[in-house]
């Protein structure tokens, strides 16, 4: 097999409707889309119950945009992600999508999640992408993400739940189903 090149093809992001969500792919998102719904995107202390009872809370990532500034940071990211490290995970706190270690990933994941930011509006993508971690492998990774706008008092946040469809790794010769652990 040729070795793949990170460089071509490494995103493909296609936006779903709204109409998405009640399909049964995305059931274990129920919980926290009432939650949005009812409070009309106030994040309250009542989202954390609506993680876990989705089973949702490790695949979960919450940035926050601070008045006057438009940068997002990341405030909470869950422990699920394989391109992400735990170490690397809480480094990440208070720092933003160009500083992650496959900056053309960050890049791209930016973009959505300012866009859902400034639209204010829930936003459903599909996804494939390859991604580069810190130690140099390379992942090839499928999944559905919804992001969500959130705001308190203060801050406005933005919050996104990947589920994931499918996740291999390049061993020199062949992609194989990644195993964490």
Do not use: K
Not at 18 to 23: C, G, I, M, Q, Y
Not at 25 to 41: A, D, K, N
Not at 90 to 114: C, N, S, T
Not at 119 to 126: L, M, P, T
């Amino acid at each position: 097999a040729t070795e793949p090149n990170p460089a071509l093809s490494t995103w493909l992001a296609l936006t779903r409707p709204l109409t998405a969500l009640s399909s049964p792919s995305f059931v274990q998102l129920e919980p926290l889309i009432c939650l949005w719904r009812e409070t009309r995107g106030a994040l309250t202390g009542d989202v954390d119950a609506a993680l876990r009872a989705g089973r949702i809370s490790q695949r979960m990532v919450l940035l926050r945009r601070q008045a006057p500034s438009s940068r997002l940071v990341f405030e909470r990211i869950g422990g699920g992600f394989a391109h992400i490290r735990p170490c690397e995970g809480m480094l990440a706190i208070g720092r933003g999508f160009d500083e992650v270690p496959d900056r053309h990933y960050g890049a791209r994941q930016g973009e959505a999640y300012m866009e859902t930011g400034r639209s204010r509006s829930i936003r459903i993508e599909s996804v494939r992408a390859l991604v580069s971690t810190s130690d140099g492998a390379l992942l090839n990774t499928r999944y559905d993400r919804v992001l969500l706008p959130w705001r308190d008092r203060n801050d406005q946040f933005v919050m996104g739940v990947s589920l994931l469809r499918e996740l291999t790794i390049w061993r020199g010769d062949r992609w194989v189903p990644f195993r964490s652990g």
